[in-house]
Structure formats: structure tokens, C-alpha cells
């Protein structure tokens, strides 16, 4: 597990999900975004990277960073294409005659086997997951792709079982967002938008208590007792160690360990040990982390 951070390449239709999808890897220490694009272009674009970039550079749609030093690790890629579906398999086809092809891990609203047998033949294949499935773990998505693994979500599992699907490649592991038992509840619904919009969406506290109607103590009371579920103040006064919390047999977790690693001795340093949940600049983040650690378990 020596890759710390993955170069995705997004291809993605709808918007909206590119916008969430790009939103939570940028926010995530493991992954880093090369490029965005739409499968509404054309396929054959993807016959090599030299292409790929050339491509871009002369439509003008989408973009893609130039530099070569910056090779497409994964790609997500949306297989649902009403207007032409046989363009993920186009595309997957095109991106397996690479020398060194990127893992493609493969995405759906709604699980179908037809495209899952059409999209695993192919040896870049690295997964097909249900986005309410994953959720907000999609770069916990990436990187088990890129280390080499299958990565499936729940949805995808009956497809496995009663089909007749057995050639994927490696070792299979299903993803999925945490349920919901191991998430705050203070005031059911109130309490989860109020920690989605703070730490998913990093709305200022003044928005979101104008947002929903709430008052600042109550707001200011759900982030407190989140923060005690994540162990937040035992991290930054040291009495919990990060790699007990992100250490993973599947996932690297380095980059964020050591990311964080230098700077809580900053914040101790700076602030007395009496003083309740010392803050940082960079808390939401580590904080975000920390909720969207995902279940990962073996198929």
C-alpha cells in the first residue's frame, strides 16, 4: 500500500453528482481530481492518453490537467447513458488498449446486471457501486480500486449471487457508508442536516441555523457532542493516537495521518492543556474524515 494519493478522472453526465462527487474527493487527502468530463463526447478519445489530452485541449469541453506528470490512476466513470448505452462499454473497450490503463470503477443510481456483465470483461474493471450506497465515501472508493482491489456496494451483491458473474479480478470487498446507528442523534432529522451542512458542506454556523430554522445553542450543541463521538478533543490532546482511528488492512490511510500528525502538536503548543476542544483551522476536515470512515468487508 505504498500510493498515497489517487489521480481521478471524473466522466460523469448529470451535474450535479460530478459537482458532489468532485466536492468530496477534493476535500479528501487520499485523492486528487485531474479532470472532469462529460460521456457525451466521443469515445474514441479515450484510445490513449496523448489523445485524451490533445482532445480536451481542442474542444474546450470539460477539462483535464496537461500535465504529464499527473497519470489517471481511477476513473469514475457513470455507466447510466439513456441516449446511448453501449458508451461506457465504448469507453472501457478504448481505455483497456493502454499500455497501463487506469482502474475504472464503474457507477449507477440503480444496479443492472446486463451492464455489469458487459463491463467486467474487461481487465481494467475495478468495480460497480450504487451511489446511495457510498455515499459520502466515494474516496475511500478510489483508493481500494486503486490499490488493486474489486470494490462492490450492498446493491450489487444479489447481482453476484444469483448470476453467472465470476470473472472479477482480484479480491472483491463491498463498501458502504456507515448506518446510521453509529451517527449522532440528538433530534433525529434537525441533527443530521445540521452536521451535514457543517461538515459535508462546511456552511458557516450563522447559515445554518438560518437554514434551519434552529437556535445557536442547539446548533452549537449537536457539533459539540459530534465532535465527542469522533473523539475529536482525545485526537488533539493526544490520548487517542489518528492511526487507531484510521488504521485500515485495505485502505492507506498515510497521507491523512500524517497530515494531521504535524499539525496537532502545533495546536497543543499554542494552547494550554486545561482548555477544552482546542480548535484548528483544518477540524471540519479531519472531522469529515472521521464520519465518512467506511464498513468494508469481504465479498
Known sequence: MKKQCFNVLLIEDDHFASNMIMMLLAKDFRTHVIGELSNHIDSEIFNSLTQLRKAKKESGGGYLNANPKHPIDVVILDTEVPWNKDIPSKVMENFSKWASPPKILCTCTYPDEKT???????????????????????????????TGYTVISPQICPLLEEGDITNLRGETLIISYPKQEKKIRINGNLSADIIRLKLIFNLPQSEIQEELFTSEKYARQVITKKYSNLHMSDIVFERIKLDELLSNPYINNRKIIEHYGRIIPNVLAKRSSKKRNPKFRNMDTLAFHLMTIPDIKKW
Do not use: H
Not at 455489469?116 to 466515494?138: A, N, T
Open 116 to 146: 455489469l456483465k458487459s463491463l467486467s470483461k474487461f481487465e481494467c474493471f475495478s468495480g460497480y457501486i450504487v451511489k446511495s450506497d457510498v455515499l459520502y465515501c466515494i474516496a475511500s472508493a478510489v483508493c481500494l480500486a486503486g
